[in-house]
């Protein structure tokens, strides 16, 4: 693996593949060490933004190929979820949102709870696709 590159898997945009990405990061979060709190929060916003990727993008089509990552910078846990299917929301700046609420009266409920969770998210739109990233402090860094 590349430094700072702690897992890089691809999965089948089929969402029984979900399970596996799901079940890589339980065991990466074993491997560093994350308290419950910090691995559960990352657990739920990385398997809801595969799962955004496999409905939205590519509108629950198999055949199509999700990439996740999962690298440290720093203090900080960076997670990438990378589609190449349809446009799935409007690029979004890094949003602060750790410890924030979430209004769940409208559509869009998947990225409230990812932003809810993380402490920092972009979506961005490119020709070759469509990638979320997430950020959240590892344990003993600046944002403890």
């Known amino acids: 693996m590349n430094a700072g590159l702690l897992l890089e898997l691809q999965i089948d945009s089929d969402l029984r ?4 990405a799901c079940r890589a990061w339980q065991r990466l979060a074993g491997q560093l060490g994350l308290g419950e709190e910090a691995a ?3 657990e739920l916003a990385l398997c809801e933004a595969v799962n955004n990727a496999i409905i939205h993008a590519h509108g629950q089509r ?4 999700v990439r996740i990552t999962v690298r440290q910078d720093d203090d ?3 997670v990438r979820i990378h589609d190449e299917g349809e446009a ?11 410890g924030g609420t979430v209004d ?6 998947g990225l ?12 961005l739109r490119r020709p070759e696709g469509n990638t979320l990233e997430m950020r959240y402090p590892l344990p003993g860094g600046t944002e403890d």
């Open 104 to 109: 769940l009266d409208e559509g869009g409920r």
């Open 112 to 123: 409230r709870i990812i932003q809810a969770l993380m402490w920092q998210v972009c979506y």
């Open 88 to 98: 799935t929301g409007p690029d979004l700046p890094p949003v602060e949102a750790s």
């Open 62 to 65: 198999a055949g199509y190929t």
């Open 40 to 42: 559960g929060a990352v």
């Open 17 to 20: 593949q979900v399970a596996d």
């Open 76 to 78: 900080w846990l960076i």
